[in-house]
């Protein structure tokens, strides 16, 4: 009798990243297959709407382009399956994967196949497994509204912008609140007119120094008012009596645990990354890194609106602080509970996954940035479950002629999370001054600065998030590709780490809230992401919304189609000659930006404007000043001669690309010969240190030395150690290095000493 062996199907489980696929399947063993969708495998069409706006906005969703393969396989393994897990990310953009997935894979909605990992662990993945939910077809629906929204206001406001300035612009739902916000803030900037005051501080005792803060009864900060501070004058070398001096305990909390918005803004102010490189780091200390053979996830999910942890971080914390530090620094922080607390409170606070995973034995393990961005969030967790910081602060008002000084001294009892994390403010350890009311204390010195008011500061993309979470725009989640969208779309420029609005994007602001006042208006836009709230809660309609938004919408369209049809029928003149020498081109507008035609008839002269600034105000005037700048370009386009040649004989020209300045031969249509150009070269040339004699640029001697010196740097390196072969200089982020010319087999590096 033959025996047949029958091989159990095994479960299926879906998640979004490759990256984690492997540790998910061995975590959950042999009876477990982990595959990955690579994100969103439907979305709306590229090429249109995709929304019927006159059906309840159905929408139609096809397979994104690339994702064919994908979903294929999906199905086969699904078929073979056991039972299929949905175990997308944890938020509304993943409920909508799985929802996509389910209707790919033709899964039935009504069963519990949705689960959640709100970090890579043991733990964590084995407890999701045991635990799943239907799919929340509220949190799709959100998402759903979102994406339904951004594409309405994307489609059919970007038309009108593109004939009334460029068919490069668009609009954004949030994106286009964000600019306004830059812009309003920038014209504040401009606005402002800077006034004298005068800083007024009192050195009593000449022991301790104390500001103004009363006069007359009212409150002092700057003084405008040269009058009030010669009275102060007088009252050098004074006694004033002392009418108020106490002491009282006070206590400082611990900062919170890390959210997503808290995370991007502390990473852009102490590292210096980007909203977007904050969000990509982050993804990958989630979904984990190789510890001694074993992948781990090192944070919990990062894209969270709450502060709360969890009752097992609690205790494991509190373990760590009480082995490391002692059990008097374990928080005595009650947690609040937040009356308001609503979406994504399912998740945590990021924070470390293993409190015992210090920054410090992972040093040499992780990639310098990822290091950082965890170091960042260990430390702030951390410090959030320290017990607070305990102080006494000494208040001392002196007085004489209705003139008030007030200053105060602060002294630690007990440091609390300041163990770990002090901040600005100094405080002492040492005992208070003997001072009582009724002391007379001599005004020794007068501390008198003048200054002139300043303008508000520029937002940098830390007080931008901050800003946007302040006013209720968007979600953190989607801070970074609103900042990346506006940099993309060159409405704003960074300067020094602030964002400063181009001529493009006050053109784009100016125009939406022109036309489109809704969409342009701060309110609104914090409304309209509250009522998306209420559609995940259960509490909004979201068909319901998109009506209420869209008929707005196409009110403010028809008067705006009126306004476009003029504006495009109005003649533009520029100051450029037509061949005929009597005409001027005009300005029109195409499928790739402004450009000069003849308005004669039989001549389709054409000159491209793109890079070519015009400022709006000539283009509202009917006439634009582009000569000067078209003959600039053309000259840069031509190149400049250098004293470099080719073996031929030929000279090289310098140009300007995408990438910056690079070597050209003049016959490179006949020899093909291109050259790029060491980076110390290109920043002189930027600097305007490169010396010209009769226009001709002298570099030939320069690139000699530095070809010279990387020769001796690779010969003082000698062969790479792993694989025998040589070095060679290469150029990163942080200047020059040395890398084996074996790569990639072999991916030996080594630094350039500084001599």
Known sequence: MRCRIVMANKNLVIVESPAKAKTIEKILGKNYEVAASFGHICDLPKTKMGVDVDNDFKTSYSTIKGKGDVVKKLKMQAKNANKVYLASDPDREGEAIAWHIANALKLDKGEQNRIEFHEITDRAIREAVKNPRIIDTNKVNAQQARRVLDRLVGYEISPFLWKLISPNTSAGRVQSVALKLICDLEDKIRKFVPEKYWDVKGNFEQSWTWPLSKMDGKKVEKIKEESLVERVKLLQKQKFTVVEAKISKKSKRPPLALKTSTLQQLSSSY?????????????????????????????????????????????????????????EYVTDVKEKKESKQKIQDAHEAIRPTDVYVTPESLEKILEKDQWKLYKLIWERFLISELASMK?????????????????SMNKILFDGYYKVFKEEEELNLEDFPKIEVGDQLELSKLEIKEDMTKPPARLTESSLVKMLETEGIGRPSTYATIIETLKKREYIVMEKRSFIPTEIGYEVKAQLEK???????????????????????????????????????KEEMEACKEAVQAETEKIIL???????????????????GRYLASPVEGDSSKISLKN?????????????????ALEESLKKKAGHKTDMKTETGVSYLLKEGRFGSYLESENFK???????????????????????????????EKIRQI????????????????????????RGRWGKFLSCTGYPECRNIRKIEKK
């Open 271 to 327: 590292l210096g990354f980007s909203a977007s490189r904050t969000m990509m780091l982050a993804q990958k200390l989630y979904e984990g890194i190789n510890i001694n053979g074993n992948h781990k996830g090192l944070i919990t999910y990062m894209r969270t609106d709450s502060t709360r942890i969890s009752q097992e971080a609690k205790e494991m914390a509190k373990s760590y602080i009480t082995e490391t530090f002692g059990k």
């Open 391 to 407: 102080y006494e602060q000494f208040e001392v008002v002196c007085e004489r002629e209705e003139v008030q000084f007030r200053g």
């Open 515 to 553: 036309y489109f006042s809704k969409i342009m208006n701060v309110k609104f836009t914090a409304e309209l992401e509250n009522e998306l709230d209420g559609v995940e809660l259960g509490t909004e309609d979201w068909i319901s919304l998109l009506h209420r938004f869209y008929d707005g919408l």
């Open 574 to 592: 520029s100051d450029v000659l037509c061949s005929n020498g009597k005409d001027y081109m005009i300005v029109k507008t195409g499928r790739f």
């Open 612 to 628: 070519i600034p015009i400022p709006m105000e000539q283009l509202k005037q009917g006439k634009v000043f582009v000569k000067e």
């Open 670 to 700: 006949e020899d093909g010969l291109r050259e790029a150009l060491p980076a110390e070269i290109r920043k002189e040339l930027k600097a305007g240190s490169i010396e010209k004699i009769d226009g001709i640029y002298q570099i030939q």
């Open 707 to 730: 070809k010279e010196e990387e020769e001796k740097l690779i010969r003082e390196a000698g062969v790479c150690e792993k694989c025998g072969k040589p070095f060679k200089v290469n």
